[in-house]
């Protein structure tokens, strides 16, 4: 049967865990509506290769307001000279609320990139983390792997549509894939970003697709 999905595109499902939703500790907004939509494509196989990200920090993590004395959650701070938004402690390596999400069978996945475990980094994007030394954002390996496998392509979904499910897709771009953004299986952290997220996606030539165009009928 002919579908959307060529043989050489990944999915690449982002930080799908439970801190992220509703109850956790960094809940994006409707954040477990797209588990259904998730699990639906992962066991349709119609991606040969796929991909999850782990936002995975150590306690006492730099993007943490708890690390920081007289700090609130969503306040911002200048690190390394950029602006740093410190979220609430989350996805601390080991709890459960850091876990792949329980409500997804994972067993289509082929590699899981752990991300964020440098004490004094962050990580937004599955490929780099946000700053390092001399300006280069040191790299996780994911853009080799998919190079490796000869993919060309790649699909974001998952969670935050507005910070790591962007950055993704934007870096992807920028290391010579195809990308495109799973509108209805990602959610933003916070929902008056989405026109703006639109908007950086159009003009950067990342398509906006819906799983329903990849799925046969
Ligand atoms: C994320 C903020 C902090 C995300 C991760 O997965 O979008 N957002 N850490
Ligand atoms: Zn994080």
Redesign the pocket.
């Given at each position: 049967m002919d579908h959307a999905v060529s043989p050489q595109a990944a999915l690449i499902v982002?930080?799908l865990q439970p801190d992220?939703m509703p109850g956790g500790a960094?809940a994006c907004h409707e954040g477990d509506a797209l588990v259904p939509g998730i699990d639906r494509l992962l066991r349709s196989r119609v991606f040969r290769h796929v991909v999850a990200t782990q936002?995975w920090h150590p306690r006492g993590h730099v993007?943490f307001a708890g690390s920081h004395r007289g700090s609130k959650p969503f306040e911002q701070i200048t690190l390394y000279g950029q602006p740093q938004?410190l979220?609430p402690d989350?996805?601390v390596q080991g709890t459960p609320g850091a876990a792949l999400h329980p409500g997804i069978d994972w067993s289509a996945l082929d590699v899981v990139i752990r991300k964020?475990s440098d004490p004094g980094v962050?990580s937004?994007s599955g490929f780099r983390e946000n700053h390092g030394p001399a300006g280069r954002r040191p790299p996780t390996g994911l853009a080799g792997w998919l190079r490796e496998r000869g993919v060309d392509e790649v699909f974001v979904c998952g969670?935050?549509r507005d910070?790591?499910?962007l950055w993704t897709a934007q870096d992807a771009l920028e290391l010579g894939f195809r990308a495109r953004l799973l509108w209805d299986l990602s959610r933003p952290?916070t929902p008056a970003s989405d026109d703006a997220t639109r908007a950086a996606l159009l003009a950067q030539g990342i398509a906006i697709v819906e799983a329903g165009e990849l799925l046969p009928d």
């Open positions: 982002v930080d992220f960094l936002d993007s938004t979220w989350h996805c964020g962050d937004y969670l935050a910070v790591c499910v952290v």
